[in-house]
């Protein structure tokens, strides 16, 4: 999912999504990880949470993303996703 279909489809303001909902309060690029989640490019998975590697096309369309070398993204019980960067 490009920045360009994500702030078409969501409110963001300040690279942050201010819907409510699952991605309410959570980077930009929180939808496209959840997407690359869902398609099984997953470097590690457990019960609530997957850790996904950051590629150069992901830098390049979120350079927010920084130094980070991938994400890891929190599913909580209440069906909410909740996006970090992991810099190790």
């Not at 690359?36 to 979120?62: H, P």
Request: hydrophobic residues 40%; proline residues 5%; charged residues 30%.
């Amino acid at each position: 999912m490009t920045r360009k279909q994500i702030e078409q489809e969501w409110d963001v303001k300040d690279d942050f999504i201010t819907n409510p909902g699952q991605f309410e309060m959570e980077p930009v690029y929180a939808p496209h990880f959840y997407e690359v989640y869902l398609t099984g490019f997953v470097d590690d998975l457990n019960d609530n949470s997957a850790i996904i590697g950051i590629t150069a096309d992901d830098r390049k369309e979120f350079p927010e993303l920084e130094n980070a070398v991938s994400i890891r993204l929190i599913f909580t019980d209440d069906g909410f996703i909740i996006c970090q960067k992991i810099y190790r």
